[in-house]
């Protein structure tokens, strides 16, 4: 059945996902992630491991749900790979996911709810829906096991990256989400720690945070003011290119039928 039957590609939710799939099609050294052959409301994920936590050179997988009213409401993820930190076969309760609409924007995409993802994955559980708390040697054990996990779907997941591009710089909007649920992570980290003396405690903060973001590629200020430029300009030259296409296919058809017009005309 094809897209045209099978969806109303008139709906937002369908172009929207569409548009996204077209985003999403490389995969990048974070992640990949695509929907199925036969449902563009499921789409099946691979995400490595964050460098320098337990589960670094792992392959996690797993199913991203998508609502109908999607981007308006926010999709439900679930985690197929064992990981030490999300239930396996079960919804997780991510400030991201289905769990907590009110904190949802529809300006968030996959990608934005996968980087979270990754994000998430060495903070505290706290006892939340889908949350595991493994010590570290356990996630460690099933990290190396991940690398041969299979999805009946998808196949051995840990081939899916092996092409993979550089990740894309994160956007403004990304980068603040993601420095908030850094913050939160370092705060769980503090909590396991030992005390700091008086005055290092700001400066190590400060430090593994940015070190983290610099992992991520995230831009300067400066940067992502010229990013945000760069984007503005770019789909105001795809909108125009896209107009002048729409005109031209107009008057081809508007010509045709004038030629069909006067054909008729000339010819009773």
């Not at 695509?34 to 792992?58: I, Y």
């Not at 109908?68 to 991510?94: A, D, S, W």
């Not at 769990?99 to 968030?108: D, I, V």
Request: overall charge negative; hydrophobic content about 35%; some cysteine.
């Amino acid at each position: 059945m094809s897209l045209e039957t099978r969806y109303n590609l008139k709906s937002p939710g369908v172009k929207r996902l569409m548009r996204e799939a077209l985003e999403l099609a490389n995969p990048t050294e974070e992640y990949h992630v695509c929907p199925l052959e036969d449902n563009l409301f499921e789409w099946h994920f691979t995400v490595r491991g964050p460098s320098e936590t337990e589960f670094e050179g792992g392959y996690y997988h797993g199913r991203i749900l998508l609502p109908p009213q999607y981007p308006m409401q926010p999709p439900n993820i679930i985690l197929l790979t064992p990981n030490g930190r999300f239930e396996v076969n079960k919804k997780i309760c991510l400030s991201i996911s289905g769990f907590h609409p009110e904190t949802w924007q529809p300006s968030w995409s996959i990608r934005t709810a996968l980087l979270a993802l990754i994000a998430f994955m060495p903070s505290k559980g706290a006892g939340t829906i889908g949350s595991l708390d493994y010590t570290p040697e356990e996630r460690q054990l099933l990290a190396k096991k991940s690398k041969s996990w299979e999805c009946p779907t998808c196949g051995k997941i840990a081939d899916t990256l092996v092409s993979a591009e550089k990740t894309p710089v994160l956007t403004q909007e990304e980068n603040s989400m993601l420095q908030t649920i850094t913050l939160k992570t370092e705060e769980d980290k503090s909590e396991k720690a030992p005390p700091a003396e008086e005055g290092d405690e700001a400066e190590t903060d400060k430090s593994d945070i940015s070190q983290d973001l610099r992992q991520r590629n995230v831009p300067s200020t400066s940067q992502m003011q010229t990013q945000v430029v760069d984007d503005i300009l770019r789909t105001s030259i795809e909108r125009s290119n896209r107009d002048k296409f729409w005109k031209v296919v107009i008057s081809i058809i508007v010509a045709l039928i004038a030629l069909l017009v006067l054909r008729r005309v000339l010819f009773t």
